[in-house]
């Protein structure tokens, strides 16, 4: 597999993201790249959904913004659980995957059967340095 091929457009929003000390939400991606020639919306959420599908951009359901990921491993792998700190004070987010919760969450999701498109976790609260 190796590294998906990228669009234009997809390269220019994972290129913001790679570069954003935070998460940004598709408005602010959007007004980084109006110089690109990003118009609308909808360009940023077409790029963003193709990005997250390579699992190359996760998306941050209880603060709304993306953010690139950030695992070392090359994608290809399917991304199991993943796992988000969100610091409420400076807006630091930080990546991690952890086995073990992996497994059991499996195990737990598995005697229901149930079956799992995506899972993750997302931990708010405040960084070393804000708490
Ligand atoms: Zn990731
Ligand atoms: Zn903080």
């Keep these: 597999m190796g590294t998906p091929q990228l669009t234009k457009n997809q390269s220019l929003v994972l290129g913001a993201l790679s570069h954003s000390d935070g998460p940004m939400s598709a408005y602010t991606i959007l007004d980084k790249l109006r110089d690109q020639g990003f118009r609308a919306p ?3 959420y077409r790029a963003l959904d193709k990005l997250l599908e390579h699992g190359l ?3 941050l359901e209880s603060i709304n913004a993306f953010v690139a990921c950030t695992c070392p491993d090359e994608h290809e792998h399917d991304h199991g659980v993943t ?3 969100i610091c409420e004070g400076c807006g630091q987010v930080t990546e991690f995957h952890d086995e073990t919760i992996e497994q059991r969450l499996a195990a737990l999701v ?10 993750t976790i997302e931990i708010r609260g405040q ?5």
Excluded at 127 to 131: F, V
């Design 42 to 44: 909808l360009q940023v």
């Design 57 to 59: 951009v996760h998306r």
């Design 83 to 85: 796992a988000f700190t």
């Design 110 to 119: 598995r005697a229901r059967n149930f079956k799992t498109e995506k899972t």
């Design 127 to 131: 960084c070393k340095s804000c708490a």
